[in-house]
């Protein structure tokens, strides 16, 4: 019943988190003169590997609930956890939270948020939590099942980061504004490692 339930709900709040995640990648592999893997951590059945591909990028995918390894059409996907996959990573990676940093704790996000320090660029689509919210929004924020639900303020700045894109757009199922969400891309700080 679940995957039936999350497919029902793709149909609605899917599309336009797909589309802002392409954008994201687009932006970060205009000519794809470095060949890059996506890692999509969380991935669920492995839907941004159709986006990866379109930017020309390998996929991963990466989901404790995967059973086995198996393949999917440009990549991947590996039974492996937010935890285990940051000795995975590699330096042309483009690690992808889409709609999971709000199911990671403080210590699992602070960690893989610095193992992604190594690669080429990290791309957060959540939720986003603001004081204007909507009731509505609001609501379902709080029905959700993650239970590390961050203010929109916290993605401003990562530590070891460099803030390249932090866009907000609303999920309107026949105008509603049922989801507030937001992508943000953030490239590597030479400078230092994540530190939250």
Partial sequence: MPRVMYALLALVHWKPRERSIAKALEALCPTNET???VVDVGCGPGWLARTAAAAQCTYLGVDPACTRPRDVDGGRIEPLDADTVQGHLEPNDIVVLNGVAHHLDDKTLKGLLEAACACSALIICDHRVQASNHRLNR??????????????????????YRTHMLEPFDIRPMGLPTWAYFTGVYLPDARGSAAT
């Fill in 139 to 160: 609501l379902l924020h709080h029905l959700d099942k993650g239970r590390y639900i961050r203010p929109y303020a916290f993605f401003d700045t990562l530590a070891g």
């Fill in 35 to 37: 060949p890059h893997r």
